[in-house]
């Protein structure tokens, strides 16, 4: 299992950071257009933005096989996930969104296990289960807990397109592809099969779109194009199960940049579920270092 390494936190922390700033863009660009048209212009943003970088490191468009082959991968799943979770604004609230969609943190080491075969320390789980509660503390409202609706139905889905999403990235970095043009690849693939889906399903209307620009621009730039990139080279030096418990902080840094930027009070309930959330990422930390020492016990060091 790849170890983690202080660069790949601070790394998934800022991903993290991005992701949670730029969820309320994600929302609000859904009151001006559809999911499809959401997801294809934002990929598409993500792409363009890569572009100069992509050419820099080829020297023209010379990917190898094996980067091809992963962008394609890869932009599926990608386009997959994004889609489920666009689509997922139309019936359930962000709050509840966000809480589902960090059930990836919970399914990257059940799939790990299942399929891959690879042992999870106990500690681990403690924290991935922490990690879920104060999740549910963060974004649920437990006096105002609904019934299950299509949008939460949605959400989970998405949960698995991005835990499938996390594990290949981290088969791929194995192979020694570059970072960049793997996001390249993955954005270029979603951005094709989205803005397909578009034009298809929707009826995209270029004064709505227009409206939806800041959202847009933000929620492709900096969400995609940065932090889905900073993602791939993040869990360069991380563990891919600790790598999902990361970057699922993005919902406690969406409650703290409402409360900084939009001088959004933070409830008691939600000042716990960040402390218990970073509290899991500190339990996560202690339990790959000991599994590593237990591993390795001449050196004393992890391995």
């Known amino acids: 299992m790849r170890k983690t390494r202080p660069l790949g936190i601070i790394i998934l ?24 048209t959401f997801t294809g212009i934002r990929t598409t943003l993500g792409m363009l933005f890569l572009l100069p970088f992509t050419l820099l490191i080829n020297k023209g468009f010379d990917f190898s096989r094996k980067t091809l082959r992963a962008g394609l991968i890869l932009g599926v799943v990608f386009s997959l996930a994004q889609n489920f979770q666009q689509f997922a604004f139309y019936y359930s609230t962000s709050g509840k969104i966000a809480f589902i969609t960090a059930f990836y943190m919970f399914f990257v080491p059940l799939f790990s296990v299942i399929f891959m075969k690879k042992k999870i320390a106990i500690l681990t789980w403690v924290s991935i289960m922490m990690g879920l509660a104060g999740l549910f ?47 390249f690849m993955q954005f270029f693939v979603a951005a094709i099969i989205s803005i397909a889906a578009m034009f298809i399903f929707e009826k995209p209307d270029l004064a709505n779109i227009k409206t939806a620009a800041p959202s847009l621009l933000y929620s492709g730039i900096m969400s995609c194009g940065i932090a889905y990139t900073l993602q791939i080279v993040g869990q360069k030096y991380t563990s891919p199960v600790i790598a999902s418990l990361l970057m699922c902080l993005e919902s406690v840094f969406a409650v703290i940049s409402a409360a900084l930027l939009l001088h959004e009070g933070m409830l008691p309930r939600e000042i716990a579920g960040c402390i218990i959330m970073f509290s899991a990422i500190i339990i996560s930390q202690l339990s790959e270092t000991f599994l590593a020492k237990k591993t390795n016990p001449a050196s004393g060091k992890p391995s």
Do not use: H, R
């Not at 991005?18 to 001006?32: D, L």
């Not at 105002?144 to 609706?149: F, H, V, Y």
């Open 13 to 36: 922390l800022i991903t993290a950071i991005i992701w949670g700033s730029s969820f309320v863009a994600q929302s609000i660009g859904m009151e001006s257009i559809d999911a499809f």
């Open 137 to 183: 503390f963060l974004c649920i409202d437990p006096g105002d807990i609904t019934a299950i609706n299509f949008g939460d139905i949605l959400a989970l889905v998405c949960a698995v397109f991005y835990a499938v999403q996390i594990m290949l990235i981290d088969k791929y970095l194995g192979e020694d592809i570059n970072g960049i043009q793997m996001s």
